[in-house]
DNA sequence: TGTGTTTATCGTAATATTACGATGTAGATT
DNA sequence: AATCTACATCGTAATATTACGATAAACACA
């Protein structure tokens, strides 16, 4: 079907699986270790960084978008993209949450 | 196309995505977190936890499996997975080293 | 106003993912 | 041997993702 049943986990696994979802994407990797680095963040540097298309890039930061990891403001012309600080140390401490558990010795392996 | 273009990012950026994508759907993100909580492991208590067909799941656990998050043994007639912390430990590294990145004071936004 | 520049959106093709019933397989049990 | 149990795999349908050319939209500038 492909369609995942959101409805029936709960909110934070659904929470984390669309943070993950963002990030299992190589180019979107890249555009945030991009917007990490740079003090000045303009599309369409991006597309010159990356190996895809400008309407493929511009696909990829929506979606960056939509979960809130990057905002962008409209800049004359061009749009400035940067990370969102308040959303990006949300998602860190989310991972962070999942890796930290407590991992209970095994009895079988 | 549907089909990444992993070849033009680097070797750090496509891992780092597919870590991400094991982490993408809210049916492994359960299975993982049942896995830390649980003692014991056996891939029937799964398909009865979570909210899919035994098939479904099945396939889940071969996606963690194959990323090496999970490691599964033969134990008679069922199947005994769990974390793989050596692994773990290491996914855990990964997307330390992207949040913990410095984040450059912007001069736009 | 007309023309370029920059980014978003549309349309679409190729491929991947998700889900499940059906079936296969291997060890356990009678 | 026949059967049960537990899990994997196959086949397939529905849907999602990825990518890109074409086009639209918004602004800048001559």
């Given at each position: 079907m492909g369609v995942t049943k959101t409805e029936n986990f709960t909110e934070a696994q659904n929470q984390l699986?669309?943070?993950?979802?963002?990030?299992?994407?190589?180019?979107?990797?890249?555009i945030l270790q991009y917007l990490l680095k740079q003090q000045t963040c303009i599309c369409g540097d991006l597309v010159e960084v990356l190996p895809l298309a400008q309407a493929t890039v511009s696909q990829h930061l929506k979606e960056l978008k939509s979960v809130g990891l990057i905002k962008g403001e409209i800049e004359g012309t061009s749009v400035c993209?940067?990370?969102?600080?308040?959303?990006?140390?949300?998602?860190k401490n989310t991972l962070l949450k999942l890796f930290t558990l407590p991992i209970n010795t095994k009895k079988c392996c």
């Open positions: 699986a669309s943070l993950a979802k963002a990030l299992a994407h190589p180019a979107r990797v890249a993209y940067c990370i969102n600080e308040a959303v990006w140390e949300q998602a």
